[in-house]
């Protein structure tokens, strides 16, 4: 299975598959960057393209989509770059890999934030512990007791890192912190984690209150 | 630069090659991939990539001028004719064309005789250059 783009050449639109895509993306790059030197660059290449729309409707005969297949037909009749003396392209399979490796997302980066759901004094220590992937904030904070024991430069720089990072305050922003996508999932599990602590909190609450009720009542006798 | 053969035929097309498209174009108004095909049957191969950029030259000196047609197969189609600075242009290749053909057949049958001597090929070559 594979991904379709809609392009227009000269204005004339078409579906065509990915690989196929990035191929004729190069092509005319290369071609433009061979013509760049010419007044009527935009000219040449706009007959250019409209004549590869003409050629890809006689070849697709019917067909929807744009494969390398026809890429090569086309190509064969409109000449390689090299064959009127631009440079050459690279070949298909290795010229797809490397766009491939250009194309990949990178959504698993993970932003700083300050962790309002587990600080001591301002999350910092578990902002930076969730950034680093580290499970337990206390190393991170042991190392800022070191640091402030230590070097004493310690306080400032927490204090430099309260003020200058964010808090984590919606659920997309404590994802990224801890590097997870911002995926309708992930967001709907985030809010389900803060209604169970909220529970855990209310249910602690209640627990103290009765406590200090008992306490209380009994201290009456 | 080094003398490659390559480079060396191509140069010989791409000099030809104004002649042949304006001849082929002659008093008539022709479509690119019409000239293509005529080109090739005149076993002048050339790529429309090659095409393009030359009909574009030559229309920007005024030798080629175009027009818009409408295609019931696809997009509007450009098609070329001749503008009278054109023809001349023609007229002046044609000449040096003439005079290129019966020098070089003049080399080259001087080779095959020894005892020709080397003036004649000089004065050929002076006259027609």
């Known amino acids: 299975m594979n991904k379709t783009f809609n392009i227009n050449l000269g204005g004339y639109p078409f579906s065509i598959d990915e690989d196929a895509y990035n191929y004729i993306q190069e092509y ?21 393209e409209v004549r590869m729309a003409e050629l890809f409707q ?14 090569d037909e086309v190509i064969a009749v409109m000449g390689k770059p090299e064959d009127f003396g631009a440079e050459a392209m690279g070949e298909h399979k290795s010229y797809y890999s ?15 934030f300050r962790d309002p759901d587990d600080k001591k004094l301002a999350g910092v220590c578990s902002g930076i512990s969730a950034y680093l992937g580290i499970h337990d904030p206390v190393w991170v904070r042991l190392f800022f007791l070191a640091l402030i024991f230590g070097a ?13 990072v964010p808090e984590a305050v919606t659920a997309s922003d404590k994802l990224s912190m801890r590097g ?33 009720k008992k306490s209380k009542s009994k201290g009456y006798y | 630069m080094e003398v490659k053969i390559e480079n060396s035929k191509a140069q010989m097309r791409k000099g030809v090659l104004e002649l042949c498209v304006l001849s082929i174009i002659g008093n008539e108004e022709a479509y690119p ?25 030559l229309k920007d000196s005024a030798l080629l001028e175009y027009q818009w047609k409408e295609s019931k197969v696809g997009p509007p189609r450009k098609y070329y004719k001749m503008t009278s600075m054109g023809q ?32 004649d090929v000089i004065d050929v070559i002076k006259v027609n250059v």
């Open chain 1, 152 to 164: 004493g430069v310690g306080p400032i720089m927490y204090l430099a890192i309260w003020f200058m």
């Open chain 1, 28 to 48: 005319l790059h290369t071609i433009r960057n061979h013509f760049s030197t010419s007044e009527s660059c935009d000219e040449i290449l706009l007959d250019i």
């Open chain 1, 98 to 112: 490397k766009r491939q490796r250009k194309a990949i997302p990178i959504n698993t980066g993970k932003r700083l």
């Open chain 2, 88 to 119: 001349d242009f023609l007229e002046g290749l044609r000449e040096t064309w003439n005079e290129l053909n019966t020098a070089v057949s003049a080399a080259q049958s001087l080779e095959s005789v020894a005892t020709g001597t080397n003036l």
């Open chain 2, 33 to 57: 991939s019409d000239i293509i095909n005529k080109l090739k049957s005149s076993k002048l191969i050339v790529v429309e990539g090659t095409l393009y950029p030359l009909l574009n030259r």
């Open chain 1, 180 to 212: 997870e996508p911002s995926t309708v999932e992930n967001i709907a599990k985030v809010v389900e984690e803060e209604i169970s602590g909220l529970g855990d909190k209310i249910n602690k609450w209640t627990k103290d209150f009765s406590k200090k």
């Open chain 1, 58 to 71: 006689e070849h697709l005969k019917g067909r929807m989509i744009i494969s390398m297949k026809e890429i």
